[in-house]
């Protein structure tokens, strides 16, 4: 069994007194921030007992985030419910913070690590890299970053997607975005192409759409062009119910004329008829993930040494009836005469 950790092991580890290192765990005064913030992120990373009955914070995960869009909330909301369970699991205390209000002096002694929950990580890891915390980004790293990242398997979801609905028989299809900029709807565009081009005939075409515009505008080009796609495969389930409520003031009937995929799994899919087929993304177990990654880097000394980690969750399917098999598309020579021009 291993040998428990002492407040003199901490000391000696440090190069503080005894004493010092006792009120800084106890919380009082007599040791500054910067020697207190020391003392408590040593105390997590040898495993040191904290005593429950003093008056130390427990070290504290910042949860980093930026205003979000309506469409977004489910997600955060999700990660950070995830990430607080296991962090009182493991004895931390997730605390949210506006990314646009954080600065280093607003980092407090009990600060042991970082999650960035924003779709722009660069505004954020500058600060990240010269606090030195362990840092989890719940978006893409770029390459060679020396951040750990935990990320849905965007590829692995395309590919079954294309999958599923290249088995419905479906050979013409869309994948439906406002913007590939994040790297997750880029990885879901080439897994869906990767797992559609497995069959013979098949063609992915990309629809792309301005929020001005609208879908409407995008998908009577698109006709406009020659296609006429019995499936679409839309970046996240706000575009898909978007997609599907144009398509029926359009008179295109879904699965009956096109057959619709979500993405997230959102709430909304079984609130709509008729109900969405979409992929589930595992949002609370990634907030779980990124916890317990920041936590084994604070186990021992060597932690923040490692390679930076990429971590990619699975996703699932969830089959409803919005996907059906595919059909001859009569019914784009209806539009024939009102396609807009380009």
């Known amino acids: 069994m291993a040998q428990r950790v002492t407040i003199q092991d901490l000391a000696d580890q440090l190069g ?135 990320v849905c398997a965007d590829w692995e979801a395309g590919v079954a997607v294309g999958r599923m609905l290249a088995g419905l028989g479906h050979r013409q299809v869309a994948f439906v975005h406002g913007s590939t900029v994040p790297t997750g709807r880029t990885e879901r565009l080439r897994g869906f192409r990767d797992g559609m081009l497995e069959t013979h005939g098949a063609r992915v075409d990309d629809i792309v759409f301005d929020e001005v515009l609208g879908f409407g505008h995008a998908f009577r080009n698109h006709l406009r062009q020659g296609a006429a796609p019995t499936a679409l495969f839309c970046a996240h389930d706000g575009i898909a119910v978007n997609a599907m409520s144009e398509l029926m003031r359009l008179g295109v009937s879904v699965p009956d004329d096109i057959s619709v995929v979500g993405f997230s799994d959102f709430a909304v899919a079984t609130q709509i008829s008729p109900r969405l087929t979409s992929v589930r993304v595992p949002h609370v177990e990634i907030g779980a993930s990124m916890v317990r990654l920041i936590a084994d880097r604070l186990a021992s000394p060597e932690g923040s040494a490692r390679p930076p980690i990429r971590v990619g969750l699975t996703a699932e399917i969830v089959r409803r009836e919005s996907t059906g098999p595919a059909r001859a598309p009569h019914w784009a020579d209806r539009f024939a005469g009102l396609i807009e021009p380009a």
């Open 16 to 150: 503080l007194s005894k004493f010092s290192v006792s009120r800084a765990l106890s919380g009082k005064p007599g040791v500054g921030d910067a020697t207190r913030s020391r003392v408590l992120r040593a105390a997590h990373a040898l495993g040191y007992r904290l005593n429950p009955e003093l008056s130390h914070p427990a070290g504290q995960i910042l949860f980093v985030r930026q205003e979000i869009d309506l469409v977004s909330s489910e997600m955060w909301l999700n990660v950070q419910h995830g990430a607080e369970s296991e962090a009182e699991r493991l004895g931390y205390r997730i605390v949210p913070r506006q990314a646009r209000y954080l600065r280093d002096a607003d980092l407090e002694p009990a600060v042991v690590g970082l999650i960035l929950a924003v779709p722009r990580v660069n505004e954020v890891t500058d600060l990240a890299a010269r606090v030195g915390l362990p840092t989890v980004l719940a978006t893409y790293t770029e390459p060679e970053s020396r951040f750990d990242h935990v």
